[in-house]
């Protein structure tokens, strides 16, 4: 069997122990291992290798914004944003039709600014904007789809651990990724909350409306958000601005939002701990996916098979519209059976030589940006796609009494939304440069 050969047939072999419920990081490690083995002939240089590899990988600074991140989401959660951020936004939105499912989505925008998890911005935006959605009638299938599309935006409002993950993996400066992802951001909040507004006039008599608020108590609520509002500033806007690297921009958000939780008085010493360990967790799990994705791919890399493909593409005369068109149905469909970090890591050191190979009429700085956050959006789809979505398992945990098919049917429309958003940002690439350009 030739290395080409081995690995191509590496690919269903990794699917198959996905599939069986292996966990995906071993996976990753098992065939990486194996397939490095295979290639060299010689125990000793692979195990060699994975030692260089772990050191190498893990002694990347850019890595340590991850757990300043997911630490910063854990406080933010514990301080109590999530709520008054729902009721800011309720306050303005609540009176008008879809009012309330539009205040959880532009919630979760704004915590999502403060957080960079997809999960973590479902799981608490769920928990404080379900019984408020229960209370004026809105049906199961609208609630539970409208906070397991919001929570996406976790992900792509920056900050954002996909979009780190995304730049060290293909040499991108992570503050222009995040500047280039602000306006798609925006623009998927709008879009769902269109979806949203088409929603309760198709069926007019799927919720009720709120009270209109007083101008007085709707200043009141803003004002009650100043905490989110200052930690956004000064974290993304030092990063644009380029007083903050990233990670010191992290660094920073961590501890602000540490003391805005201590100061409304949510941080106690237990939930510190829990703070912790929950961070520690999860940073744990995400690198242990990076170091398998990290052996699996060199082995890939041993075999030529990244670059031989790439040349292949080149030689087939398809046009680079298409083979982008090809790629982004391929993550739709891989983003049905996977988690989003696993796709991109897996996919993006195979992808990415083979798309910047091909001429779109984009300078090489600006198409990386451009295409990373095409694949973080469809990447983002994926989450709200059956069978994984984890979005829609999360939020549906939450209301059991709302049966899995209603919340599947639910995140249907937003989907439709995010394909428009996709094929939008595909052909307007200065869409999501502009910003990146007014800036730098």
């Known amino acids: 069997m030739t290395n080409i050969e081995l690995a191509l047939w590496s690919f269903p072999v990794l699917l198959g122990l996905i599939f069986l419920r292996f966990p995906i990081a071993l996976a990753m490690l098992a065939v990486g291992f194996a397939g490095t083995y295979l290639v060299t002939g010689t125990p000793n240089m692979t195990l060699s290798q994975l030692k260089t590899l772990t050191f ?39 009176h008008r039709k879809g009012g309330v499912a539009m205040a959880a989505i532009g919630a979760c925008a704004g915590f999502g600014a403060i957080c960079g998890s997809s999960l973590a911005t479902a799981a608490t935006m769920g928990q404080v904007a379900l019984p408020e959605l229960r209370r004026y009638g809105y049906p199961g299938s609208l609630s539970t789809g409208a906070l397991a599309a919001g929570g996406t935006l976790g992900i792509l409002i920056p900050p954002s651990v996909i979009l780190v993950i995304y730049a060290i993996l293909t040499e991108q400066n992570i503050a222009k990724l995040f500047v280039a992802a602000m306006l798609p951001g925006l623009l998927a909040a709008a879009g769902y909350m269109i979806a949203i507004a088409i929603w309760v006039r198709v069926a007019p008599n799927s919720a009720a409306v709120g009270a209109r608020v007083p101008w007085g108590d709707r200043m009141r609520a803003l004002a009650a958000v100043w905490p989110v509002m ?31 939780a201590l100061l409304s008085g949510q941080l106690t010493l237990s939930k510190l701990n829990q703070a912790i360990l929950a961070t520690a967790s999860s940073t744990s799990m995400i690198f242990l996916i990076v170091l398998g994705a990290g052996l699996y791919n060199s082995f890939l890399a041993l075999t030529q098979l990244p670059q031989m493909s790439a040349q292949w593409v080149s030689g087939q005369g398809f046009s680079p519209w298409s083979i982008l068109i090809m790629v982004l149905v391929m993550y739709l469909v891989f983003g049905c059976i996977m988690d989003s970090l696993s796709m991109v890591l897996l996919t993006v050191p195979i992808i990415y030589p083979i798309m910047s190979a091909l001429d779109f009429g984009i300078a090489p700085d600006d198409f990386g940006l451009w295409f990373g956050i095409l694949v973080l959006i469809v990447v983002e789809v994926g989450l709200i796609t059956p069978p994984v979505g984890m979005n829609l398992f999360i939020i549906n945990g939450m209301a059991r009494d709302i049966p899995i098919g209603q919340t599947f049917r639910g995140a249907l429309p937003f989907v439709v939304t995010d394909i428009v958003r996709v094929a939008f940002l595909a052909a307007f690439p200065p869409f999501t440069l502009w910003l990146v350009w007014l800036i730098y």
């Open 56 to 94: 190498g990988t893990f002694a990347n600074y850019s890595l340590s914004i991850i757990p300043l991140f997911l630490l910063m989401g854990q406080f933010a959660t514990l301080s109590g944003m999530s709520a008054a951020l729902f009721r800011a936004a309720e306050a303005f939105l609540g």
């Open 230 to 260: 200052t930690i956004f500033l000064v974290v993304v806007g030092g990063i644009y601005l380029g007083v903050f690297t990233p990670t010191e921009a992290a660094a920073v958000g961590a501890a602000g939002t540490g003391i805005a």
